[in-house]
């Protein structure tokens, strides 16, 4: 029987909403707070199909890890922080109980963060949520390798410094952000406000109400102010109307640079050729030609255990990557956590301190199926991101596929470094945390 995404969303919404949600005690639980529904659906969909097809994978052709079986339990939040924690609650005492929450979602993670805390889960943000809680002397229980949101702001600065001849070329120049007006495109703003000091351009800060659909007076003001380049903070239907939005002003494509959840094959495909050009940051390489997918496409879609059969012609993309990603460090995240406690039967307590020892060099990744694939992750007690690499990806309309057109380069931890610490010591000093010592 072939089921259409519809369907597919459909279902694991009933699922989500109506069902018992159950677990045995010789499973791993590791929910999965989906979006399958709404206009954030486009980039939901594929990461949560790429998180899922890991584990499935690994269950398939490995029985599972360690010869545990994982079990991903989704609730679906339709991108909604009330909803969210609602998925939260109903899931952390699944079976033996959670051992890790990817929300996906910088509103839910905000909500979350005490809550992880107190019932001793990791919550993983991967790319997205609080960047300060790279500080792991007050924010225990989360953990954001490999890289925030305030590293894509300085590594898209790099890109426009580069393009435009060194850090001298900056001053005097315009550079505009549209994010969402949410939590999650606010992110960006204090590190570009630290940059336009640091480099003497002009910052111009340009709000899209969710969930973005309205845009034409936003756009008005970029073709009055004329901006040298455009950063773009933005998702799900957000992203597809501003590439539109700045095509038919002719902005030129190559000067707007998006976040990496602003650089999805569903971003750019409904803007056809007008969306030549158009760029955003990455930490993951792009494609499907690596092992691993391989491995996915032979034990999970030629099986038939896909959550979504109809997207096997869609593996490899961005967002997908990133799910698969996720997937592989949590995993590998269990494995750390069964060896640390000589156990299979972990805890949320057990995978925080294996996330603090967690180690993927570049030859584990070549090992996992993904060589080249992104950067290598070591994580400790006080630095909860590690190492970070970034590039930056371009959309080729006729090739309809990204290529990544620079070098995986560091970000200005001398710039997010003394934000991190002021914003984290801040957070610590409203909620009454002492931080503990790492040293």
């Known amino acids: 029987m072939k089921f259409t995404k519809a369907k597919i969303a459909a279902g694991v919404l009933a699922a989500a909403l109506m069902a018992p949600v159950a677990g045995s005690a010789n499973e791993l639980i590791l929910p999965s707070l989906d979006y399958r529904t709404g206009p954030y659906a486009p980039g939901g969909i594929p990461y949560a199909n790429g998180y899922s097809d890991y584990f499935t994978m690994l269950n398939e052709r490995d029985g599972g890890i360690n010869g545990v079986m994982a079990k991903v339990v989704p609730c679906e939040t339709g991108y909604n922080t009330k909803k969210g924690v609602e998925c939260y609650e109903k899931t952390k005492n699944v079976g033996s109980g959670a051992l890790a929450y990817l929300p996906l979602s910088t509103g839910i993670t905000y909500q979350l963060i005490p809550k992880v805390t107190a019932d001793k889960i990791p919550l993983v943000t991967i790319g997205y949520g609080?960047?300060?809680?790279?500080?792991?002397?007050?924010?225990?229980?989360?953990?954001?390798?490999?890289?925030?949101?305030?590293?894509?702001?300085?590594?898209?600065?790099?890109?426009?410094?580069?393009?435009?001849?060194?850090?001298a070329s900056l001053k005097g120049k315009k550079i505009a952000l549209v994010y969402h007006n949410s939590a999650y495109g606010k992110e960006p703003i204090r590190t570009l406000e630290a940059l336009a000091e640091k480099f003497g351009f002009e910052l111009t800060l340009l709000p899209v109400d969710h969930p973005g659909q309205e845009q034409k007076a936003t756009w008005l003001q970029i073709r009055r102010g004329k901006p040298d380049w455009v950063l773009m903070w933005g998702w799900g239907v957000m992203n597809q109307v501003a590439i539109k939005e700045a095509a038919s002003i002719r902005f030129p494509m190559d000067k707007f640079v998006g976040v990496w959840w602003s650089g999805g094959e569903n971003d750019v495909l409904p803007a056809g050729k007008d969306a030549h050009g158009y760029k955003s940051v990455v930490f993951t390489a792009v494609g499907a030609d690596f092992p691993l997918h391989s491995e996915i496409k032979t034990h999970v879609y030629g099986k038939g255990k896909a959550v979504d059969a109809g997207f096997e012609s869609r593996i490899g993309e961005t967002h997908y990557n990133r799910g698969v990603y996720a997937g592989a460090l949590v995993a590998e995240a269990i494995r750390k956590a069964m060896d640390m406690n000589n156990t299979k039967e972990i805890n949320g307590e057990m995978m925080q301190k294996a996330f603090e020892n967690l180690e993927i060099s570049d030859a584990r990744w070549a090992e996992l199926g993904l060589p080249n694939f992104t950067g290598a992750v070591k994580v400790s007690c006080a630095d909860h991101r590690g190492p970070s690499k970034i590039a930056v990806q371009q959309w080729d309309a006729e090739a309809k596929k990204w290529t990544i057109i620079s070098d995986f380069v560091e970000p200005m931890d001398d710039v997010t470094n003394p934000l991190i610490k002021a914003d984290s010591e801040a957070y610590a000093k409203e909620n009454n945390i002492a931080a503990r010592s790492c040293k």
């Open 130 to 167: 609080r960047t300060s809680a790279r500080n792991g002397e007050v924010f225990e229980y989360v953990f954001n390798p490999p890289a925030t949101y305030w590293d894509g702001a300085t590594v898209a600065i790099k890109h426009v410094i580069d393009s435009e001849g060194g850090e």
